[in-house]
């Protein structure tokens, strides 16, 4: 299906990794980033583990330069005839307008003009044979976990395109907060964010800014879905909730969590089939349910602190690894439905409209409009499982996708990559905006690199310029 055709139609996630998993999940006044080393506001808890030197690197941008050919001999070709002109005359190209055309295609990205003419060669050496035949839909993925990443958002002011997407989200939770989302990210005590109240609305932020950043690039998503409540920034970067309405869904949900789920439950992250979980919970009489669809052969499972101390405990002795997501309510439970009638009742104006890209519903897995996205719509979402799993199984049978997970630091990209190598079709993949072991500018910068190989439209010029 094209483009034209389509559009008619998590909680804490996980991935594990070396063996261990990591759990999913300008106002006047306010300081900008500092840049001096081990800044203890680097990350949303004030941990020094993220250095202040990641910032200051975040803000040097890299000499991008790409280059196209009409033939793959044609790339090699310019690519080499390049590298010899910066060596020998010490030429820095710009990344606007780009060197050649034609759908071969190849992005350098140098730390140092002295570097660029090796970065060059490298890349055209480790370059993959194979492309896409088509240019792949791009499909923006919105997770709902990720806490411990937000401090991402603080690298990022520096970026114009960010602080001013980031500016317009912290006045629209103010509205209705009562505090500043920039102050949050900036305090020298982040023991804030580990409140669902706040690092909430926070997470919201700073996806809506990253996907704003994108679109300014030149990257318009083909489809846009959520995970959780990570369907909030979804929806409005679809265009289907206007970003106040976003603001004061994610706020309400948020405090409600806050103020009547917290301290009544959890969830853990586990290697079962469906069956296996269903039969799990049925036997725990209430105590509980399966959250959300990750992967196949993974879940959630979401309950009372007993009940998923006693899950627990079953799946060792049984030998299968869980993982505890940090968090102390029981997310897409029944134990929540006591909430939805507050829920209704703060929502039942919430203001709609037709989205401008096919949204993508996790929780009736089906493409909806905006009238559907109403407040029992969020009630749904709050109490009924994430079926991420089956989304991403559905779109990627039709379509050619780039999944690109929007996000502080990737929570289900392992999930997607997982079920993406289920269907045993390598024509998708599974990106993401930013990484914790990257400096998130360049992160951003190697994404749109990727995308435009891949064959996706990329605005060169404002990527050069921020």
Sequence with gaps: MNRTALSHGESALTRYRDGEPAPSHRPAGARWPDSGP????????????????????????RIVVPVAAESEEGLHRAVRDLAERVRADGVRPRPYPVHGAGPHRLVALADHPDLL????????????????????????????????????????????????????CDHAVRAVTGWSVTERLLADDGRSLLRTDVVQPVLFAVQ??????????????????????????????????????????IATWSRLV????????????CDLTHAEAERLSAASGGQVFVANHLSPGQLCLSGTTDGIAGAERELSARGIRTLRIPVDYAGHSALLDPLGPDLVRALCDLRTRRPAVPYWSTVTHGFVDGAALDATYWVRNMCEPTLLEEGIRHLARRHTLRIVEVSP???????VQQTLAGLQDARSAALTTCHQELPPLQGLE??????WCDGVDVDWAAVGTG
């Design 38 to 61: 081990g800044d203890p506001r680097a990350d949303g808890r004030g941990d020094t583990h993220v250095h202040g030197a990641r910032e200051s690197a975040a803000r040097r941008r």
């Design 117 to 168: 003419a090796d970065d060059l060669l490298s890349r055209l050496r480790d370059r993959p044979q194979a492309r896409p035949a088509e240019p792949p839909l791009v499909a923006l993925l919105f997770s709902g976990g990720g806490p411990q990443w937000i401090g991402t958002g603080r690298a990022l002011l520096a970026e114009p395109v960010f602080r001013d997407a980031l500016a317009e």
């Design 208 to 249: 809506t800014a990253l996907a704003r950043t994108l679109r300014a690039w030149g990257v318009h998503g083909d489809i846009v879905l959520g995970a959780s409540i990570g369907e909030a920034a979804a929806a409005v970067a679809a265009g289907a909730l206007p970003l106040e309405e976003g603001a004061r869904l």
């Design 258 to 269: 806050a103020e009547r789920a917290s301290g009544h439950g959890t969830m853990i992250v």
């Design 409 to 415: 630091h990737p929570v289900a990209q392992y999930s």
């Design 446 to 451: 190697n994404l749109v690199a990727r995308l």
